[in-house]
């Protein structure tokens, strides 16, 4: 069974920054793509960054202000927020496309989120 445990949320000021940490734990043979979405209050759940081996891809809104990074050794990703705006306010998810064993398929595995409040 695999877990993926986000960190890092909390409140904070409009324009200020967070990191948000996310660790996978359990049975993991190699992990694919990793990313962060996110879902405000009375919306749907949206794409913030997705990274891979070779590439990384954010939503329009938080270009230029947020990066996403990952520590495969530690089998991490981690999303650097920056300029954060009252619109940002939202329970962030952790994602993985994670193979428990060799033989295993590739299985979606979500976090608990994480709640990101930008506010004055």
């Known amino acids: 069974q695999v877990q993926l445990v986000e960190s890092g949320g909390g409140l904070v000021q409009p324009g200020g920054s967070l990191r948000l940490s996310c660790a996978a734990s359990?049975?993991?043979?190699?992990?694919?793509?990793m990313g962060w979405y996110r879902q405000a209050p009375g919306k749907e759940r949206e794409l913030v960054a997705t990274?891979?081996?070779?590439?990384?891809n954010y939503a329009d809104s938080v270009k230029g202000r947020f990066t996403i990074s990952r520590d495969n050794a530690k089998n991490a990703v981690y999303l650097q927020s920056n300029s954060l705006k009252p619109e940002d306010t939202a329970v962030y998810y952790c994602?993985?496309?994670?193979?428990?064993?060799?033989?295993?398929?590739?299985?979606?595995?979500w976090g608990q989120g994480t709640l990101v409040t930008v506010s004055s």
């Open positions: 994602n993985a496309a994670v193979k428990p064993t060799i033989f295993a398929r590739y299985l979606e595995v």
């Open positions: 359990g049975s993991i043979f190699s992990i694919n793509a």
């Open positions: 990274i891979t081996s070779t590439d990384t």
